[in-house]
């Protein structure tokens, strides 16, 4: 015998809730002014707290119309310029993986590649190859490097990493990284010299001749015309003055230390930079920013600061007074300007970002196994 349910029902005195009341409730409450108090609290406000509340609200979006700028912007990079492939001497066709850039005064740039090992000249037009020579791609394909002087289609490289303007007019110098070289190109005669370094792996100071590098990155040069360079295995700075001579400038070994130059030290640095009498380097290995101010090195900024895990800065780029600072690991550009960072430009790509060239409000950056600039507004 199926067991019957007993329903429960309201009890018969309970009254239904009227929504009358509450629907005159909801009007009436609808009607009370911003400025208005509960009868429990006193009179409305006066003309002079409605004014101090309306100032308060000014400033209250005055503050996050601040905030909003200073917070990350991510930027739309659109792919510009010509794409970066070149064949191989046994016919295949690979893809560019650029590395660095420097822009030119006709509005082209002069991008460093690391996987063919030659320099390109890339415009809206289009890219060729203006210096090195592509050799033959292994199983992996993997371009091998090499090392020759001479024109400058037949020169050969090994992961060129960085390239300054020097000199004449169409003068650069190329960081030769794995010939452990600085080399010089001169556009305009259609040549490739080796400028510092004799190849040995072991850095050692001395004339341009018989220095070396243990891998030579990120350049600068300062208001004197002395020459900055990166040694990033070398985990230190070296300095080429105007006499010819090669010295080290800062890092005594692999470290992280702060301080006067006989205790500082450095972590794999990768790029240097020079600015307002400072100069700027970028400590991959230590995930930092550090500082050469008044002969002893800070740091200016590090991973702790971006409240971040990865910091990795790879590339310091100078332009109108304003140092930009690529991180590779967040995948971002930002700025610092008058002592602090001012501004961060987030990559929407998410792709590895190694470098970037700025030309009045656009920047133009290159990204690790992309054959294209990428181009945004700054």
Known sequence: MKRQLKQVRPPVNAKA?????????????????????????????????????????????????????????????????????????????LSASPSASVALADGSFLVCDSALHVIWRVSDEGAEIVAGKVGRADANGIVQGAYADGAALEARFDTPTAILAYGNEGGYLISDGYNRVIRYLDLNAGTVITFAGNGKSAPADGTLENASFAFPAGMCTDDAGNIYVADTLGHSVRKIDSSGYVSTFLGKGQGNVDGSFDVASLSYPTDVAYLDGEFFIADRGNAALRVVRAGELFTAFGKADMKSTHFSPEDLTVSDGVLY???????????????????????????????????????????AACDRLKEAAL
């Open 325 to 367: 600072v690529t991180d590779s690991a967040n995948g971002a550009v930002f700025t610092y300007q008058n002592g602090a960072f001012s501004r961060l430009i987030s990559v929407a790509d998410g792709a590895l970002c190694t470098s970037c060239s700025v030309k009045g409000t656009r920047i133009y950056a290159t990204f």
């Open 17 to 93: 809730p009227q929504a009358k009341n509450v629907k005159k409730t909801v009007k009436k409450r609808s009607k009370k002014s911003l400025f208005s108090l509960p009868k429990h609290a006193g009179k409305e406000l006066t003309k002079q707290q409605k004014a101090g509340v309306l100032a308060f609200f000014a400033l209250f979006v005055a503050a996050l119309v601040l905030l909003l700028c200073l917070l990350p912007r991510a930027h739309s990079f659109a792919p510009w310029g010509g794409s970066m492939q070149a064949k191989t001497e046994d016919g295949r066709v």
